[in-house]
Nanobody, 115 residues
C-alpha cells in the first residue's frame, strides 16, 4: 500500500491550502491517521491527527487554523490549512497507523509560505 500526498504549493502569508492523502488500495484495520511536517534542519513533528473514533489532536502552533478530516469508507485524510504563516513552510507527510502496529507514510508534499 502506498500513500500519495498532494495539494502542496507556494502560497502567500494568510492564504490557504488543502492537502489530501489517499492510499493506492484499501485495507482493513486502519486506526489513527495524521499529518506531520518537517522543516529544513528540524525534526519531523506532528501537525494533526484523527483517531478512528473521530477524536482530533493538533499541534499548538496550528490550532484554530488547520483542520484535519478523514474518511472511513476508504483510506483518505485531508488537512485544511488556513491563515498560513511563513513558519508553516515544510514538507508535509501523511501517516496512517494499522492496528498491527505497521505505519504507512506518504511521500511528502512541499508547502511554502512566502510573499
Amino acid at each position: 500500500v502506498q500513500l500519495q500526498a498532494f495539494g502542496g504549493g507556494l502560497v502567500q502569508p494568510g492564504g490557504s491550502l488543502r492537502l489530501s492523502c489517499a492510499a493506492s488500495r484499501d485495507i482493513d484495520g486502519i486506526n489513527d491517521m495524521g499529518w506531520y511536517r518537517q522543516a529544513p534542519g528540524k525534526q519531523r513533528e506532528l501537525v494533526a491527527s484523527a483517531t478512528r473514533g473521530g477524536n482530533t489532536n493538533y499541534a499548538d502552533s496550528v490550532k484554530g487554523r488547520f483542520t484535519i478530516s478523514r474518511e472511513y469508507s476508504k483510506i483518505a485524510v485531508y488537512l485544511q490549512m488556513n491563515t498560513l504563516k511563513p513558519e508553516d513552510t515544510a514538507v508535509y507527510y501523511c501517516k496512517v497507523d494499522h492496528y498491527s502496529g505497521y505505519i504507512y507514510w506518504g511521500q511528502g508534499t512541499q508547502v511554502t509560505v512566502s510573499s
